[in-house]
Structures are given as C-alpha cells and as structure tokens.
C-alpha cells in the first residue's frame, strides 16, 4: 500500500468544523485505553467537537445491550447523532445467527431510531486475535487464524451494516494493514485480544474518518505514541476508510424511509395509513384527497385502483418519498403494487385483507412496505391484531401478549457440538461459557426486532463461571 502521497494529499484537503455525538455500546474493546477520549481528543485537535457517551460492560454482546436498561436508558437520555455497536470479540466472526448477533443489533437499531430518528449505527469492525481463537477453532476452522478470523470480522460488519441501514467503521480493516505493513508497532496487549494503546489510537483515528469523512492525518494527538509511529497509524487509518467508502456503507443516504409502516380498514371504503414518523408528512391519493397527518384516513366513492404518494422529512431535514398503488373493491383492499423510485430492493407486489391486516409477500427478501412494521418478507404471511402495536415477525409467536405486548421467539434447542466459547472480559477476569442457543433460521429487519430473551450474554448466563 503506497500511504505516503495519499497522506499529504488528504493534508492539503481544506476543512470545515463540525459537531457530533456519539453513544458507544460494547464492551472492553472499547473502553480499554478509553477509546471515546482518544476520539474526542483527536476531534479536537482537528477543529472538531464529539461528545460522547458509553456503555460498554466487560464481556457485553449486542443481544445483551438490546434489553439492558442501562444501555435503554443511554439511548433515551438525550438525541445522538451516531451510535457505535460492537459486538464481543468473538461471536462477531461467527455466523451471525449464532449469537443472535443479527437480532441484537436490529434490536438496538430500532431502540436508536426509536429516541433520536435521525440518528446513524455505526458498527465498530473489531479484529481477530492475534494467534487465531483455538477455543472455537475446532467447530469453526476459520477461527483457527488471525487472517481468516478476520475476514469473517469483515464480512459480518459490512452485512450487519446493510442490513440495519448503517456505516462500518473498519478499525479491524486497518488493523490488518498496520500487522502486514508495520508489524513492529504492537497493537496487542500481552492477552493477545485486547489493544494496547497504539491498537486504541488506531480505532480512534479510524473512527475520526469514519464519522466525519476526512482524513485525520497531521493530528496534533499523539497519545503517548512516538510521533512516527502515530503518523503511520494515522495514514493507514484514513487510507482504509477514504479510499472505500462504498466498501464501509459510508455513501449510504440515511434511513429516512416514507414507506407506509401498516394500512387498516373497518369498512370496504376506507383505509388508514400508518407512519411512525415524527417528522412532517404529505399524503396524496389520486382520488384528489389529501393529508399532513402521520396516520391519515382516505375514503373512497367506488371501487378501482388508486395511487398514493407519501412525502416525508424527518426532523433532520431528509426527505424520502414513496409511491404505490392500491385496488379498492367492495370485499376490502385487494392487490397493492409499490414503486419506490431510486430504491429497487423497495420494489415488490403484496396483498393485505383489511379485517386481520395480514401481509403476505410475493418476493423472499425485498418487500419492506405494505408489511408488517417495515420487515423484509420471507414469502410467509404475518398478521397484526391490533395497530399499529404489532411487531412480530414469521418466527415469532403470534404476538403473545396481544397488540401490544412483546413477541416472544418459538422454543429453541441447543446445539451439543456448539464449541465453548472463552470470552476475556477484562484482562484479570476471564468466564467460560455453555453452550450457545442458535438463532432462529430467519433474518429481522432492524424496525423489527421485538422479542422476547432468548439467551443471555456471554459473561451473564448463569452457566457461566468465572475462573
């Protein structure tokens, strides 16, 4: 990698102040060394304002936070402009259904928009072990090497990120560049897992890039590196997130979505659009009616195919808009084509029936209006009783709690062969697992994921004992 004319180049690039939040959630790789405070400090050094929060317990995985009420509370304790996810160091190179990876995060994603809307995940790419992790070598032989571990690393945040509509920030990316160009700088404590500071001071420089798509060389922060040392970890670091934006999710245009969430009716002539949106909406129907409301009634004289138009701008300013049609017959809603212009994975045919505001899907993995509360379809019907409370998914018990309750996941087994996963949670402190449960065999969208505990967290299940 040829480091040094892009580093002076991104030097010369002019640069404009800017001012974030930042809520961290994870565990100790990101407070070790205090990751947050190298961020805020780097920000500052370029002209640039972060504040931060954190949540990150020892040992702490995605599905732990998604129902913890400190992290909860974090989220709602005041608007974030990014949430950083990071998930144990381990389960995020396995498959993700393994540790309900892919649950927990559409889980805190949700619980993100749920309190600041316009706010962005950001998934923190960690990196593998330096050895490989031999504790789950056996079950998973991509585990057994730093390389392939952290491919997996790879993979898996880049999906987690297009799935929940969010950016990757690489630092395990940028990781393996300084271990294949620099490998005297020692990014590893003598644990073999954690980061020493030079290994923080990368994260922090990478996550400068991330958030605010500039490079971070000539920083005046230096930690307690060497000056040469930090200018090397500073060029990697802008090199790995700069020159792949499309690779990290970062040209991703935000998740501002006018996608009507669910439709219901009590009479053939009637239907109501749902939008949780706090922003401000416009509502068009080809029969000459109108609305600003979020959750508008249109009425109909007769019967025919009608076009709707949703304009909405949530309270950061984005504006995304929708258009479908709708035919209306004396027996209730009939077929419902959608057109989402500029989004073709927002492109599908579904039919919903007005008493059970049942959807069914006819494409397996693009359908995401007209459904149930923004969820890709799996070619399986779903129902809502009562809305706009329902969230469930295929796989979750039919809303056992009734329109607003929790869902709860059906009854799962645990897999025997299932390797014992070792999760250091602080250098001094090391647990040993049981067995994990698997994930349920279907995939949630983020908007989605509302369900009851399944599993806990490595560190907290009661099989688990310290050593």
């Known amino acids: ?100 990876t892919d649950v927990g995060a559409a889980e805190l994603t949700y619980a993100m928009h749920d309190s600041s809307e316009c706010a962005y995940p950001v998934f923190y790419m960690t990196w593998g072990r330096k050895n490989g992790d031999q504790s789950n070598c056996l079950w998973y032989p991509h585990m057994c090497t730093y390389d392939s571990m952290q491919q997996a690393l790879r993979d898996n945040y880049i999906q987690l990120a297009l799935d929940n509509e969010g950016y990757v920030s690489p630092v395990g990316w940028a990781w393996k560049h300084v271990r294949d160009t620099h490998p005297n700088i020692e990014l590893y404590q003598p644990d073999e897992s954690h980061p020493s500071v030079a290994g923080t001071y990368l994260a922090a420089c990478v996550f400068y890039c991330t958030l605010f798509r500039q490079s971070c060389v000539g920083t005046s922060f230096t930690s307690s590196l060497q000056p040469d040392s930090a200018a090397i970890l500073q060029a990697i670091a802008s090199a790995t997130v700069l020159d792949s934006l499309d690779t990290w999710n970062l040209n991703e245009p935000g998740s501002t979505d006018a996608t009507v969430v669910t439709m219901s009716s009590d009479l053939w002539n009637e239907i109501t659009m749902h939008h949780f949106g706090q922003g401000s909406h416009w509502w068009i129907c080809s029969n000459g009616q109108s609305s600003s409301d979020a959750n508008p009634t249109f009425t ?135 067995p994990i449960i698997p994930a349920p065999p279907l995939r949630y969208r983020s908007s989605l994921a509302r369900r009851a505990r399944a599993a806990p967290p490595l560190g907290t299940d009661r099989s688990c004992k310290r050593e």
């Open 300 to 434: 109909f004289d007769a019967g025919g195919i009608y076009t709707f138009t949703h304009v909405y701008i949530d309270p950061c300013g984005h504006m995304d808009t929708d258009t479908w049609t709708i035919q209306v017959n004396a027996t209730g809603i009939g077929e419902h084509t959608r057109e989402h212009p500029g989004s073709a994975r927002r492109t599908t045919a579904c039919s919903r029936s007005t008493a059970a505001a049942t959807a069914t899907c006819s494409n397996s993995s693009t359908c995401k209006g007209g459904c149930c509360a923004h969820e890709y379809c799996m070619a399986k019907p779903r129902s809502c009783p009562a809305l706009p409370a329902s969230r469930c998914g295929a796989s979750h018990r039919p809303c056992a709690r009734g329109g607003t309750g929790r869902c709860s996941f059906p009854e799962r087994q645990k897999r025997p062969q299932m390797a014992q996963m070792s999760q250091i949670a602080h250098p001094a402190s090391a647990f040993i697992c049981a």
């Open 1 to 100: 990698m040829r480091l040094a004319p892009f580093a002076m180049l991104l030097v010369a690039l002019p640069v404009h102040a800017q001012q974030t939040s930042v809520l961290f959630i994870g565990n100790s790789y990101t407070t070790a060394n205090d990751l947050p405070y190298m961020v805020r400090q780097m920000a500052l050094s370029l002209g640039d304002t972060v504040s931060t929060g954190v949540q990150a317990p020892g040992g702490y995985t995605l599905m732990g936070h998604s129902d913890a009420p400190a992290t909860l509370g974090a989220l709602n304790s005041q608007q974030w402009d990014y949430v950083v996810l990071q998930e144990q160091s381990q389960l995020g190179a396995l498959p993700t259904s393994e540790g309900f």
